[in-house]
């Protein structure tokens, strides 16, 4: 079963708008992580957040952590038509990293 | 450049036919992974190697098996036994296994079999 799992499946908007992906989770966790995948790459990683943190910054993106809601969002502020890509979440409750599925991010230009 | 390879890109071949998937890595990183990615999936652990000459299953090793000879090097072998091959595959390294840690992925292979 998916330990994180990623809200909204899709997600369309205008750029320069903001974009915000949730991921739940369902066991407790020590970091959580997220990633981006561009169509037919590899994922790269934007962010790790530890479960003593609540919110993470980094350039346009913004993660936050709510450990009793066992739940993540990240935040893309002010999008571009390149950030059109996949963002997965990511968790280890058995020391292995477990990805969602992913929410399909399209930034129209 | 420092990084990871994979090779080839795209790759075909017949049912029946077993096929070895490259993966490299310059990081000097000591732990490698094997992933696979369906369509509009999330990435589900083949197999995943913590140390040279050590490896353990993930969540999805039937069909799959791995070497771990070099620290460089995790080649995966995707044999006839596994039934639905065609996947695009993902292979990341990380400094160790630890999940603290993020993991690099390379630019994927697509495999195809017909």
């Known amino acids: 079963s998916q330990q994180g799992e990623e809200d909204p499946q899709a997600l369309s908007i205008q750029e320069g708008e903001n974009a915000t992906m949730n991921c739940s989770y369902k066991?407790?966790?020590?970091?959580l992580q997220w990633y981006r995948q561009n169509s037919g790459r590899g994922l790269v990683h934007l962010i790790l957040i530890r479960s003593n943190e609540r919110e993470k910054h980094s350039g346009r993106l913004r993660v936050t952590l709510d450990t009793s809601k066992k739940s993540s969002s990240l935040l893309i502020t002010a999008s571009r038509a390149a950030d059109t890509a996949s963002y997965f979440c990511?968790?280890?409750?058995?020391?292995?990293?477990?990805f969602g599925q992913g929410t399909e991010l399209s930034v129209k230009p | 450049d420092g990084g990871i390879t994979q090779s080839p890109k795209y790759l075909f071949r017949k049912e029946g036919q077993n096929v070895t998937l490259s993966c490299e890595q310059n990081?000097?990183?000591?732990?490698m992974y094997w992933y696979r990615q369906d369509p509009g999936q999330g990435l589900r652990l083949i197999y995943y190697?913590?140390?040279?000459?050590?490896?353990q299953k993930g969540d999805i090793a039937e069909g799959y098996s791995v070497s771990r000879e070099k620290k460089e090097s995790f080649p995966l072998t995707v044999t006839s036994a596994q039934k639905n091959p065609t996947a695009f595959y993902l292979c990341?390294?990380?400094?160790?296994?630890?999940?603290?840690?993020?993991?690099?992925f390379g630019p994927g292979t697509r495999l195809t079999v017909t």
């Open positions: 066991t407790s966790i020590n970091n």
């Open positions: 990341a390294s990380s400094m160790s296994q630890s999940v603290s840690y993020e993991q690099y």
């Open positions: 990511a968790t280890a409750p058995g020391g292995k990293l477990i």
């Open positions: 990081l000097n990183h000591d732990a």
């Open positions: 190697s913590q140390i040279v000459n050590d490896f």
